[in-house]
C-alpha cells in the first residue's frame, strides 16, 4: 500500500450542489425501478440514467461501458465521481482522504462497517438513498448483511465523491481493526483491497 501520511489531509463537507446531483440521480433511478417491475436490471437503469446529459460533469461523456468502475469525472468542486459495483468485501482505510459513498442498489442485502467516534465497530443497514460518510483514517466496507443468506450474485452498487485519486491513498487497516470486524461481522476479515 502507498504511504499516504506525506498527503496532505483533504476533508470537506460536501456542497449543496454535489448531495443535490446525488438526490436527483437516486430519484431517478427509483423512478425507473418501479416503472420496470419484475424485470429491472439495476446496473443497466444506473446506466441509462448516468448517461443523460443532465448527469455529465464535464462536456465530454463519461465512459458507462464495461461491469465498472465507471469514472463520471470531477464535479465544480474538483472531486472525483464515480460510480463503485463491488462483488465483494473491501475493508479498507483512506488516512488522509474524506470519503463519502451513497449506495444505490444491493443484490441481497448490506450493511456498512465502521467504527464509532470512541472506536466501537458498528453495521449500519444500507438503504438506498442513504449516505455513508468516512472521514479520513475511518475504517469501512460494506458486507453483506450479517445472520442472512448471501446470494451468489450479491453485490452493492454506490456512487462515490472522493477528493483525490484513492490509488495513492487506500491502506489496509489494523490487526486490531480487523479483529473488531472479525467480532461484529462473524468472518475474518479481507486481507485487503
Known amino acids: 500500500m502507498p504511504d499516504g501520511a506525506a498527503l496532505p489531509v483533504l476533508d470537506h ?3 449543496d450542489d454535489e448531495l443535490q446531483w446525488m438526490r436527483s440521480v437516486y430519484t431517478d433511478f427509483s423512478k425507473a425501478r418501479a416503472a ?8 443497466e437503469a444506473l446506466r441509462a ?20 468502475p465507471w469514472r463520471l469525472g470531477q464535479n465544480r468542486h474538483g472531486r472525483g465521481v464515480a460510480a463503485v459495483f463491488l462483488p465483494k468485501v473491501e475493508l479498507h482505510t483512506h488516512i488522509a482522504s474524506r470519503t463519502d459513498q451513497f449506495p444505490m442498489y444491493v443484490v441481497g442485502e448490506a450493511e456498512g462497517f465502521s467504527l464509532d467516534e470512541s472506536g466501537k465497530p458498528v453495521l449500519e443497514p444500507v438503504v438506498g ?6 472521514a479520513p483514517g475511518a475504517p469501512h466496507a ?3 448483511k450479517v445472520g442472512v443468506p448471501k446470494p451468489d450474485n450479491w453485490e452493492i452498487a454506490f456512487i462515490a465523491i ?12 489494523s ?8 467480532q461484529v461481522v462473524g468472518q475474518d476479515a479481507p486481507l485487503g483491497v
Open 142 to 144: 460494506f458486507v453483506p
Open 162 to 173: 472522493t477528493p483525490r485519486n484513492l490509488k495513492e491513498d487506500t491502506h489496509r487497516v
Open 175 to 182: 490487526d486490531e481493526v480487523r479483529a473488531l470486524y472479525k
Open 36 to 43: 420496470a417491475g419484475a424485470g429491472f436490471n439495476p446496473k
Open 13 to 15: 463537507e460536501l456542497a
Open 49 to 68: 440514467i448516468l448517461a443523460r446529459p443532465e448527469y455529465h460533469l464535464s462536456a465530454a461523456a463519461p465512459d458507462l461501458s464495461g461491469p465498472g
Open 129 to 134: 438513498g442513504s449516505h455513508f460518510h468516512n
